[in-house]
């Protein structure tokens, strides 16, 4: 069984590696940013509620995104485990993660934290193009399409999400350290916390994150960084 959370700053590559662990695993990713644009771009009451907040590139409140995981991991896909990209990602949401948790008689099983420096978060942040038909992800230094502006994919059109602005970007690293970098802490007295570096080839990282995963955790060897740093 595998129930998952990815931690780690925004643009520490967590929603790359879910999506291709999620395909190995057979299991979902369960991303609030990606349920949450959709909201905004269908225009629902949860996303016209979600926007302004997104926008500024602060957290939406904990009520709306934790209403929104108790409803996806009770769904029937769910069963034989799932990841979680982007949640929780305040104290009160883990918290509220592990009653709904307590209530199915099950519990999460790892929490992995993607270690990336600052310098490189900002540089992905800002060159990162997503692609408005299928979603794919590209950076315009280290990932470039081949054709620009298009996704190489499915022929869609790439765009810059707007919370990715220079400006937005120094907001949500800030949010991140203030209200989502406890949860290192919070993970870690349970026992439940791994380190993962999250820099280098997507390739690299992605058999640090298995070996750390398939290992049950072991924490020796060269995917694990001292805690605190
Ligand atoms: P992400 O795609 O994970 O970077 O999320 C994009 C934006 O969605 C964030 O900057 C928040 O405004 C909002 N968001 C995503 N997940 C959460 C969450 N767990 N709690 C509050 N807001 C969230």
């Known amino acids: 069984m595998k129930r998952i959370i990815f931690l780690g700053a925004p643009g520490a590559g967590k929603g790359t590696q879910a999506e291709r662990l999620s395909e190995i695993y057979d299991i979902p990713q369960i991303s609030t940013g990606d349920i949450l644009r959709q909201a905004v771009k269908d225009e629902t009451l949860l996303g016209k509620k979600a926007r302004s907040y997104m926008d500024k590139g602060n957290l939406v409140p904990d009520e ?17 485990g799932f990841i979680l990209d982007g949640f929780p990602r305040t104290v009160p949401q883990a918290e509220a993660l592990d009653s709904v948790l307590d209530g199915m008689g099950i519990q999460i099983d790892m929490v992995i934290d993607f270690k990336v420096p600052e310098d490189d978060l900002i540089k992905r942040l800002s060159g990162r193009r997503v692609c408005r038909l299928c979603g794919a992800n590209y950076n315009i230094w280290s990932n470039p399409p081949k054709k620009d502006g298009t996704c190489q994919k499915c022929g869609g059109e790439l765009y810059q999400r707007t919370d990715d ?65």
């Open 64 to 80: 709306v995104v934790i209403g929104i995981i108790e409803e996806r991991i009770n769904s029937e896909d769910c069963e034989n």
């Open 165 to 229: 602005s220079e400006d937005t970007i120094r907001d949500r690293l800030n949010v991140y350290h203030l209200q989502t970098e406890p949860l290192i802490k919070f993970y870690r007295d349970k026992g439940r916390l791994f380190s993962v570096v999250g820099t280098g080839h997507f390739d690299v990282i992605f058999s640090r994150l298995r070996r750390v995963i398939e290992g049950g955790g072991d924490t020796h060897g060269d995917t694990e960084i001292p805690r605190g740093n």
